[in-house]
């Protein structure tokens, strides 16, 4: 799986408080689904991920999404229920993340989550 870069961005991030699953609509016509299971484990930051260049899936920590901001006109920014707020999710990287049915690869589970390409 590797990044695809894309020039589409979010219209509409949809992240209800409670919820496990965050909706983004694209402006290409895309409809996002991102479980927070997965947007927690693939996290960038440098304290989940170190600095290898490889996104490996990380099972733990708060699931409660409690705020979604965004950063400059190329990202996203997380901050969960435990405090961790440092991952920031590029438009490209969660096209990635993306688990709606066109996107989800087959046989997704947390223990059998493949590495990612950095971002």
Same mark, same amino acid.
Request: with cysteine; net charge neutral; charged share 20%.
């Given at each position: 799986?590797?990044? =695809?870069? &894309?020039?589409?961005?979010?219209?509409k *991030?949809? @992240?209800? %408080? +409670?919820?496990?699953?965050m %909706?983004? $609509?694209?402006?290409?016509g %895309?409809? +996002?689904?991102?479980?927070h @299971? *997965?947007?927690r484990?693939?996290?960038?930051?440098?304290?989940? =991920?170190? %600095?290898?260049?490889? *996104?490996?899936?990380?099972?733990?920590g708060s699931? #409660?999404l409690v /705020?979604v @901001? &965004?950063?400059?006109n190329? @990202?996203?920014s997380l901050?969960? +229920? /435990?405090?961790?707020n440092t991952? *920031?999710?590029?438009?490209?990287y969660l096209?990635?993340?993306?688990?709606c049915? =066109?996107?989800s690869p #087959?046989? $997704?589970?947390d /223990?059998?989550?493949?590495d990612l390409?950095?971002?």
């Amino acid at each position: 799986m590797s990044i =695809q870069k &894309t020039r589409a961005r979010p219209t509409k *991030i949809k @992240a209800p %408080h +409670g919820a496990s699953v965050m %909706h983004i $609509d694209w402006s290409d016509g %895309h409809k +996002g689904v991102y479980p927070h @299971a *997965i947007l927690r484990g693939y996290c960038p930051c440098a304290e989940c =991920q170190g %600095h290898s260049g490889t *996104i490996k899936f990380k099972s733990g920590g708060s699931l #409660e999404l409690v /705020d979604v @901001a &965004t950063v400059g006109n190329y @990202a996203i920014s997380l901050a969960w +229920g /435990d405090g961790h707020n440092t991952g *920031i999710y590029n438009f490209d990287y969660l096209r990635m993340l993306c688990r709606c049915p =066109q996107c989800s690869p #087959e046989g $997704d589970s947390d /223990d059998s989550m493949p590495d990612l390409p950095g971002v």
